[in-house]
């Protein structure tokens, strides 16, 4: 009887663990998310710009923000303006180490002008504010050149811009995968993410008791 009862619950644990995996889904987004109005995109304050392409980030960083005006859901903002969600990016490519160039202005701009087929966008900077607190991880702002450690991916990360230093918290939405930030046929990580807001702003049904 023993040896029966033992045999009866293996095989329930064997058909249960391949449908709970199945189940497993990522956490949906909060309501602020889908009733934020405005977004500044940004480049990861710890990533360094390759010494072979200098403007990687920079470029990766004007292909998600022309991907969001064409999107049109969230309004651009400038540099040093708050915004209700901040994303942050990194490129990689394809290396876990790499010689970078980082501090400085290689990566700050005194304006923008970008178009896409349907709108332009034209502004001023207005400062840069620390997007985490300069008193807890003191860095060193000159240009220096560093070997970086890090993804050999391109890295979206979605933070929540309700704080003085939104970076010191745990992002709510990231995307992480090869070339995810580059323009064609489309920037795929805004195009992830939009697919995880339309996903939460789906009805939900009611389960039946």
Not at 63 to 74: C, H, I, L, P
Not at 174 to 179: E, Q
Request: proline content about 9%; charged content about 25%.
């Amino acid at each position: 009887m023993a040896a029966r009862l033992a045999a009866l619950f293996s095989l329930l644990v064997l058909l249960t663990v391949p449908a709970t995996a199945k189940d497993k889904k990522k956490p949906a987004l909060s309501e602020f998310v889908l009733r934020a109005q405005t977004v500044r995109v940004m480049i990861d304050p710890d990533a360094g710009e390759p010494l072979e392409q200098p403007a990687a980030n920079a470029t990766a960083r004007d292909n998600v923000e022309k991907a969001f005006m064409e999107w049109g859901r969230y309004r651009l903002v400038m540099d040093g303006e708050k915004s209700d969600l901040v994303v942050v990016i990194r490129t990689g490519d394809g290396r876990v180490g790499r010689s970078t160039i980082k501090g400085g202005p290689i990566d700050q701009r005194p304006g923008v002008a970008q178009s896409t087929d349907d709108s332009i966008r034209i502004g001023a900077q207005h400062g840069t504010p620390p997007m985490t607190d300069p008193n807890a991880n003191p860095q060193d702002r000159s240009p220096h050149v560093s070997n970086e450690a890090g993804s050999s991916e391109d890295s979206f990360a979605v933070y929540l811009g309700t704080s003085d230093h939104p970076l010191d918290s745990a992002p709510v939405w990231r995307h992480i995968a090869k070339d995810c930030l580059r323009p064609e046929p489309r920037v795929a990580a805004v195009e992830e993410f939009r697919k995880a807001v339309a996903e939460a702003e789906k009805p939900k049904i009611p389960k039946q008791p």
